[in-house]
């Protein structure tokens, strides 16, 4: 066999035993640990959100207020509370229940004291003659009636029979109910339906009054308004008198009683509320039986308190219905309506982790990643409902809100992309929780779609403000078009319905968009991520590092600086970030400033102490500015973002100067050459597109100080030379950056390293002196 086939066929074996055996793909699958995250999620997501909708659907359907767009016809026969007919027949009882009256105290303590002050004039006097004239004359005493007196007074037992004579007589009197004019008006008057009244009675308790047998009508004063009246109470007071004192007494009895006469009894409203109360409590709700052949309500019908109730008691009805009726066993209507809603929100779940999965792996391989975005999108499902609860009015504000909520901070979080796909998903979510038509994700996709494709960087304070006045806008439209669309135009019959919730959703937008950028702090810390606001402010050359680096190292910030601003053109020239780019760029050598006369760039042309120093020292202090920066960014709280460029600018690179020197010394003391690794930087490698820039451009700008003619063919063979060592190292290998990128990267980096080292006319001088070409990079002013 000759050798070369030999050779090969050998090599053909070596590669297939070196790969792997394709295994099952549902094992493979399934041993990424991320893939367990992400059902972890999903169920989590299934149970909480399920629990929401569960709660959400006991929402009213209806408010009030809310005009009905079709004829509500009730889903089962159902027995309902006729309320209006019930609020009638309790007004009703309410109106017809008797007032309660109670005795008048001060009339009768007055005519007690004056009868027994009668008794006296028994004791003062001996002959009717010594009494004085008017009392006399006014109380008709003679010889008869004054031995009377003076019987009654004469001894206990005489006088204890006085007292009961007045009792039974008052306790009598007390009988005549006498009212006040204006309350003999309010019982008789007015139409009302009452013709009786309750007393109560000091001896016998309530006892009822009907206007044949009891009233007597009095001012207060003692002046009757009828002759008829007065006739009447005199001779009811007369029949009293006559059967409780002697003949003698009955006509002084008589005018002190008439003398003093007042209403009898007073209006106690306290109780006559509580009985009228009680009478309407007692009243039994009115019942109307409602078949599903059967309006309950007509489209176009402005809905008030008691329409809401009779719809809550056909939900109620229609509610138990669904449990006592069973599909399967014991599995019930109603139970199967719940875990249909629970297997579609599952669904949704699914669907949302594997495009997560598909396209957004570093979330789904971040455990703390899934549970920030889960439960944004749960605590957002919740808010919908929650605010729906309290603001049934206002859905267009409660449902749509929440789910721009989150597509603006998935927005600046993530990407555009991402953003759009959880908005929808979340749309989706929203609307089987509060089972809203097909026009609200209409109206919702739009707002979102505008929220996805305006906000692609947050600069300004304003920008959140403006992406959500254009995404009202946007729903707007909409909304004016689903609305225009529908049949409910004939029920609705004014147009201002129709621009009334458009109007809204444009104050939606901003809201939204100002609330979003209220809370803008803690979604950075929550999801990790750094907004362009939060770069400018790093951006700023008051920031304490940068002064401390101007001071300490200037050398350093003035190669920062130059970075800045090629790193930030390489990085706008392929749609990277560029303005992250300038700040890791700004920050990145800050651990130098622990050590700042190590580096050549702040030896300003003294002795580098690096010559006293063996290569292995030299490589610690040098490697060691990586983690000291580490440890200052922390320190000063950078964000992680800016942190990811101080880690990763050198990448994995080998620090070639100490490496040839380590060789060279060995090589004399003819010890074996180091091992390349043991000169490497530990990494970890650029994971973006703008830390693998950054590595680029530390590279190039130190290495153009060194071309003695920096030329623009020069630039560019060195940035070509440079970026494919660094590709060929295997530097890029974790940044996702493409080749053509790579190439609008150089182009960029090579303009920009012109720019740096243009070449200037020498001005012409004063003293002779040979003329000569100017060389580039030579700078006169």
Not at 10 to 30: D, E, H, L, M, Y
Not at 574 to 600: E, T, W
Not at 752 to 766: M, N, Q, T
Request: hydrophobic fraction near 40%.
């Amino acid at each position: 066999m000759p050798v070369g086939k030999s050779n090969t066929s050998s090599r053909r074996g070596n590669v297939r035993r070196g790969v792997r055996k394709p295994q099952a793909g549902w094992r493979t699958i399934f041993r990424e640990r991320f893939i367990w995250w992400a059902v972890l999620y999903t169920v989590a997501m299934t149970l909480l959100g399920g629990f929401l909708i569960h709660r959400a659907d006991q929402r009213p359907e209806f408010v009030v207020d809310e005009i009905t767009t079709r004829p509500v016809v009730p889903r089962v026969a159902f027995l309902a509370i006729d309320e209006r007919e019930t609020d009638i027949r309790k007004l009703n009882a309410k109106e017809r229940e008797p007032s309660l009256y109670k005795p008048n105290d001060a009339f009768f303590k007055q005519a007690n004291l004056a009868l027994h002050q009668l008794l006296q004039i028994g004791t003062d006097y001996e002959t009717p003659q010594q009494i004085p004239v008017d009392l006399r004359q006014s109380l008709s005493i003679d010889s008869r009636a004054l031995k009377e007196l003076k019987k009654f007074s004469s001894d206990q037992t005489h006088q204890a029979d006085w007292i009961q004579k007045i009792e039974r007589l008052l306790d009598r009197v007390a009988g005549l109910a006498m009212l006040m004019p204006k309350r003999m008006e309010a019982e008789t008057g007015g139409g009302t339906l009452t013709s009786m009244i309750y007393i109560q009675h000091p001896v016998y308790g309530e006892l009822p009054r009907a206007n044949s047998n009891g009233y007597s009508l009095s001012d207060g004063d003692g002046r009757f308004y009828s002759t008829n009246e007065s006739e009447r109470f005199r001779t009811d007071v007369r029949k009293l008198v006559q059967t409780q004192f002697p003949a003698a007494l009955r006509q002084a009895v008589i005018t002190v009683i008439l003398d003093r006469i007042q209403p009898t009894y007073l209006f106690d409203q306290e109780k006559t509320l509580a009985r009228k109360q009680a009478a309407y409590d007692r009243v039994e709700p009115a019942t109307l039986t409602y078949t599903p052949d059967q309006v309950m309500i007509p489209a176009g019908t402005s809905l008030k308190s008691q329409d809401i109730q009779l719809l809550e008691q056909e939900n109620n009805a229609y509610r138990l219905s669904l449990k006592k009726r069973t599909l399967i066993g014991p599995l019930n209507v109603s139970t199967a309506m719940l875990l249909g809603r629970f297997g579609m929100l599952w669904v949704v779940c699914i669907a949302m982790w594997i495009y997560i999965i598909g396209f957004s792996r570093r979330i789904a391989e971040n455990p703390m990643r899934g549970l920030a975005l889960s439960l944004l999108i749960i605590g957002c499902q919740g808010l919908a409902i929650f605010i729906t609860d309290s603001l049934p009015k206002d859905i267009y504000v409660t449902a749509i809100m929440p789910t721009l909520i989150v597509t603006m901070i998935l927005a600046i979080s993530y990407d555009q992309r991402f953003a759009l796909a959880m908005g929808a998903s979340h749309t989706l979510i929203v609307m089987l929780s509060l089972n809203l038509p097909t026009e609200f994700a209409i109206v919702m996709i739009s707002g979102l779609g505008a929220v996805a494709g305006l906000l692609d960087d947050v600069r300004t304070r304003s920008r959140l403000a403006v992406v959500g006045f254009w995404s009202g806008i946007s729903m707007a439209v909409a909304c004016i078009f689903t609305k225009l669309s529908s049949s409910n135009l004939v029920v609705w019959e004014e147009f201002n319905v129709i621009w009334r919730d458009p109007a809204v959703l444009v104050g939606v937008g901003v809201l939204t968009g100002i609330i979003v950028q209220g809370i803008l702090p803690v979604v950075e810390k929550l999801f990790r991520v750094t907004t362009s606001m939060t770069l400018r402010e790093l951006n700023d050359a008051s920031h304490p590092l940068l002064i401390r680096m101007a001071e300490e190292a200037p050398g350093t910030y003035q190669h920062s600086l130059r970075i800045a601003d090629m790193a930030e053109a390489a990085a706008d020239a392929i749609g990277a970030q560029g303005l992250l780019c300038r700040v890791g760029a700004m920050f990145h050598d800050i651990g130098k400033m622990n050590k700042p006369s190590y580096f050549v760039e702040n030896q300003g042309g003294g002795p580098n102490k690096h010559n006293k120093l063996s290569p292995a020292m030299s490589l610690l202090i040098i490697v060691g500015h990586v983690k000291d920066g580490i440890e200052m960014g922390r320190e000063f709280s950078l964000p992680v973002a800016v942190r990811g460029f101080i880690e990763t600018h050198h990448g994995t690179t080998l620090v070639e100067y100490f490496y040839h020197a380590a060789k060279q010394q060995n090589a004399a003391d003819k010890s074996p050459a180091p091992a390349e690794f043991e000169f490497r930087y530990p990494g970890p490698k650029p994971q973006s597109r703008e830390q693998a820039i950054l590595m680029l451009c530390d590279g190039l700008e130190g290495a153009s100080r060194s071309l003695t003619e920096p030329t623009p063919v020069r630039l560019e063979q060195l940035v070509h030379t440079m970026a494919m060592k660094r590709l060929m190292d295997g530097q890029f290998d974790q940044s996702n950056l493409t080749l053509k990128e790579l190439h609008s990267i150089e182009v960029a980096i090579t303009r920009s390293l012109c720019a740096i080292y243009h070449g200037r006319i020498k001005y012409p001088s004063d003293k002779s002196q040979t003329p000569r070409k100017p060389a580039m990079g030579v700078a006169a002013s």
